[in-house]
């Protein structure tokens, strides 16, 4: 069975640091993707940064990378220079074998000024 | 491009009341989904489609919950009878057919079940 683990209910970060977001998994799959949503108090879920299975290098958009360790299971989201504007929930989803998509419990961010 | 649009935003019930939830995907794309999130929660998934066919519907429950897309555009959810356990935020979401398939996600709809 498919599962997404983040352990994080909440962090506090100062603005302009960097920030990492825990996120493992568990899947039989050979295939399979990995993505972060930011979903601000607006409620709006809004795609970050994707990772696939096979992808040999870690991705990255503009100040979100993606720090994927296959190995281990894991695929942190780092945001770096944190901005008041990254506080939100975050969630990371996995999609499997079939298209099924599930995603983590959330991680809150709060920045601080 | 407009994105997923979802209707009504809020919605106020009594419990044992009928409730429905209109979604309209980004043109063109093939695949909709509708989740269930509760608060602090992530997002569930209710049901899956692929144009107008539904071929994830597993964790749907059945008894209550039903949903259409019948010209594989817009799509409808609805829950008859309403229970108070029911009171969560329903999203949209559309993904396409190239490249990742990122979902596109609406801005949901909040029901509360009195």
């Known amino acids: 069975a498919q599962k997404i683990t983040q352990t994080q209910p909440g962090m506090f970060v100062q603005e302009k640091e960097a920030v990492t977001l825990d996120c493992t998994y568990d899947?039989?799959?050979?295939?399979?993707?990995l993505f972060w949503y930011k979903q601000p108090s607006s409620g709006e879920m809004i795609f970050l940064i994707y990772q696939g299975s096979y992808d040999q290098q870690n991705a990255t958009e503009g100040r979100y990378s993606l720090n994927f360790q296959k190995a281990r299971k894991s695929a942190n989201l780092v945001i770096s220079a944190s901005q008041l504007g990254d506080s939100a929930m975050y969630f990371c989803a996995m999609r499997g074998w079939g298209d099924k998509i599930i995603f983590g419990k959330g991680t809150r961010l709060h920045i601080l000024p | 491009e407009a994105g997923v649009v979802q209707s009504p935003r809020y919605k106020i019930i009594e419990k044992k009341q009928p409730v429905a939830f209109w979604c309209n995907p980004i043109?063109?794309?093939?695949?909709l989904y509708w989740y269930l999130q509760n608060l602090g929660q992530g997002p569930e998934l209710l049901i899956r489609y692929e144009n107008e066919e539904a071929v994830d519907d597993s964790q749907l429950p059945k008894d209550r919950f039903s949903a259409e897309r019948l010209k594989g555009v817009d799509s409808t959810l609805k829950i008859q009878p309403a229970e108070l356990g029911d009171s969560a935020v329903y999203l949209c979401?559309?993904?396409?057919?190239?490249?990742?398939?990122?979902?596109?996600f609406g801005p949901g709809t909040r029901l509360t079940v009195l």
């Open positions: 043109s063109g794309h093939n695949t």
């Open positions: 979401a559309s993904s396409g057919t190239s490249g990742i398939n990122e979902q596109f």
């Open positions: 899947t039989s799959d050979p295939s399979y993707g």
